[in-house]
């Protein structure tokens, strides 16, 4: 079997507790250093919160296996930029790619764009064809008419 055939274990974590077949899960801070200690690659899709912000620095990075690869498409608060690029010149982090930053877009002169071992992306997940935009809001408007629950609320108390 080749090395992109072979299986992949995937972990999650999250703030709380919550069960996802087929991923092994871990919650909480207690939990923060069991998830690192397995993850060969880490991918940061987290919100950005009080509790979130720097959680992607020195300490974290050197729970990690030597040579693990951060993938972070959640928030650029999340890094603490000088420590990622610590931890890719020692070989720590074998290497990044990067789609959201403190700064957006992205300094010409910061450290990402000239680092061998980081790639940078645009930060364009995708467009948002206007017509399907107003279609959703049209939509919720409708759910919250009849007095239903409409998704994606904000919960200001967590940030998200």
Request: net charge neutral.
């Amino acid at each position: 079997m080749s090395r992109l055939a072979r299986p992949v274990a995937v972990r999650g974590w999250s703030r709380s507790k919550r069960e996802v077949a087929g991923v092994t899960t871990f919650a909480g801070s207690a939990e923060l250093p069991a998830f690192l200690a397995g993850t060969d690659v880490l991918v940061s899709m987290l919100p950005l919160t009080e509790s979130t912000r720097g959680l992607i620095n020195a300490a974290t990075l050197a729970q990690l296996p030597r040579g693990a690869f951060l993938v972070n498409a959640g928030r650029g608060g999340h890094l603490v930029d000088a420590d990622v690029v610590a931890a890719l010149d020692s070989g720590q982090l074998g290497g990044a790619l990067l789609d959201v930053f403190h700064e957006e877009p992205l300094p010409k002169d910061h450290a990402y764009w000239s680092h061998p071992k980081v790639i940078v992306t645009p930060h364009i997940a995708a467009t948002t064809p206007i017509k399907d935009a107003c279609a959703q809001i049209v939509a919720k408007i409708g759910t919250m008419e009849r007095g239903e629950l409409v998704s994606g609320i904000v919960d200001p108390k967590v940030g998200y």
